[in-house]
Nanobody, 123 residues
């Protein structure tokens, strides 16, 4: 069974920074591409960033140059560092495991999900 332990998040003022982390098993970490998606109230879940098994990264245009996804293979953990936060970044953030590369921008491209962590950015 694939499990994730998410941490981080919270409340921050616009322009501030927050970091999220997502720990999983070594097997999961080695098999899947790891992504972050988010869901704001009343909106559909949307892609934020993904780190591929080869270590390369892809970002949504809305977070490019502000967010950084990274991983620590020794800790089997994926991180999302969020800088220059905006009120529109307010959402529940989920880490998830992607099985392939063809539909990573949609939730259907992810097989396993973390429990989600709330990020709130005040104006």
């Amino acid at each position: 069974q694939v499990q994730f332990v998410e941490s981080g998040g919270g409340l921050v003022q616009a322009g501030g920074s927050l970091g999220l982390s997502c720990a999983t098993s070594a097997r999961t970490f080695s098999i899947y591409h790891m992504g972050w998606l988010r869901q704001a109230p009343g909106k559909e879940r949307e892609f934020v960033a993904i780190i591929w098994r080869d270590g390369s990264t892809t970002y949504a245009d809305s977070v490019k140059d502000r967010f950084t996804i990274s991983r620590d293979s020794a800790k089997n953990t994926v991180y999302l560092q969020m800088n220059s936060l905006k009120p529109e970044d307010t959402a529940v953030y989920y880490c998830a495991a992607a099985t392939g590369s063809y539909n990573y921008k949609t939730p259907t491209g992810y097989k396993y999900w973390g429990q989600g962590t709330q990020v709130t950015v005040s104006s």
